[in-house]
Nanobody, 114 residues
Framework: QVRLVESGGGLVQAGGSLRLSCAAF????????MAWYRQAPGKQRELVAQ???????NYADSVKGRFTISRDNAKNTVYLQMNMLKPDDTSVYYC????????WGQGTQVTVSS
């Protein structure tokens, strides 16, 4: 079993920055890819960014050039640095880890005011 604990959400003005963190606990040795997803009210959950154990990354087109995903394997933590935030980025952000199946964090709210 893997438990994911997110932190770092909050309220920020458009153009500002936030950094999300996700710490993994439990069977961390089994984790391969990690990712951040987001879900706005009335919308489907969507992939924001993902990172492999080797550090290869993939981003949604809507966040390319603004968001950066990184991973500290020694701390079992994945980060999402979000810059130049827009009101459309307002969502609940979820951490995801693949370890034979998907594991999810509880979510952290990010609100960007215009």
């Amino acid at each position: 079993q893997v438990r994911l604990v997110e932190s770092g959400g909050g309220l920020v003005q458009a153009g500002g920055s936030l950094r999300l963190s996700c710490a993994a606990f439990g069977s961390i040795w089994s984790i391969s890819d990690m990712a951040w997803y987001r879900q706005a009210p009335g919308k489907q959950r969507e992939l924001v960014a993902q990172i492999t154990t080797a550090g290869n990354t993939n981003y949604a087109d809507s966040v390319k050039g603004r968001f950066t995903i990184s991973r500290d394997n020694a701390k079992n933590t994945v980060y999402l640095q979000m810059n130049m935030l827009k009101p459309d980025d307002t969502s609940v952000y979820y951490c995801n880890a693949w370890a034979s199946r998907d594991f999810w964090g509880q979510g952290t709210q990010v609100t960007v005011s215009s």
